[in-house]
């Protein structure tokens, strides 16, 4: 299995621009998460979806965030407008039985909002 | 909320033993992770312990877990400079198990 895949790897927009992140989850993992990470945060939970519902969404910063999973092997994190204030890395991880043994991460998206 | 806690840095020499220390706070705490992220990588998950375990033990690896002080560790045996990684704790609770709580990473420098 070529494990969790996103793209891009890197992004480097300007404030104000939509920036839409995508994540293929491994095949046959139920669950999918959203990951920001910080230096000053560290790793918050954005977002998580089981069998492609969002289950819990109270980690996502303001509505400029959405996240969807329009089938089991795609979802996509989208900010518009972005901000400096966005400039992470964004991670995605999926799992089998939620969180019981732990996650696969993607190798994430750093984005850059200038 | 509740908290999980690691030191940021610890630096030892090659083949020496390496020990990575993390407290958490909630007692419901049922699963507990360590993870490894290297430059530019996600996270890889390493091992995990169930709390009604008090060690695992997988290669160089042993991870113990005093439940009653709410003090997990990782222990390398023989580290090596690819072990040179930020390392991260994690818990999950019985009544949330699907959402992972992260301690901030201890960053583990392997000298030559």
């Known amino acids: 299995d070529a494990g969790v895949i996103q793209s891009p790897r890197h992004e480097v927009t300007e404030m104000g621009q939509e920036v839409t992140l995508r994540c293929k989850p491994i095949?046959?993992?139920?669950?999918l998460f959203w990951y920001r990470q910080t230096m000053m945060r560290g790793l918050e939970l954005l977002i998580y979806f089981n069998n492609n519902v969002p289950i819990d969404d109270s980690g996502m910063p303001e509505d400029r965030f959405s996240a969807k999973m329009p089938n089991a092997s795609f979802s996509t994190l989208k900010i518009q407008p972005s901000e400096p204030r966005d400039s992470a890395v964004y991670f995605c991880a999926s799992s089998l039985s939620g969180a019981r043994e732990g996650y696969t991460f993607g190798s994430g998206t750093r984005l850059t909002v200038v | 909320g509740e908290d999980v806690e690691q030191s940021l840095f610890l630096s030892v020499r090659e083949g020496d033993s390496s020990v990575i220390n993390c407290t958490y706070t909630d007692s419901s705490s049922t699963y507990l992770y360590w993870y490894k992220q290297e430059p530019g990588a996600g996270l890889q998950l390493l091992t995990y312990i169930f709390s009604n375990m008090d060690m695992k033990q997988d290669q160089r690896l042993t991870v113990l877990l005093n439940k009653k002080d709410k003090h997990l560790s990782l222990r390398i045996a023989d580290t090596q400079t690819g072990d040179s990684a930020i390392y991260f704790c994690?818990?999950?609770?019985?009544?949330?198990?699907?959402?992972?709580?992260f301690g901030a990473g201890t960053r583990l420098t392997v000298k030559p």
């Open positions: 095949s046959g993992h139920d669950y």
């Open positions: 994690a818990e999950s609770t019985s009544y949330n198990n699907n959402d992972m709580r």
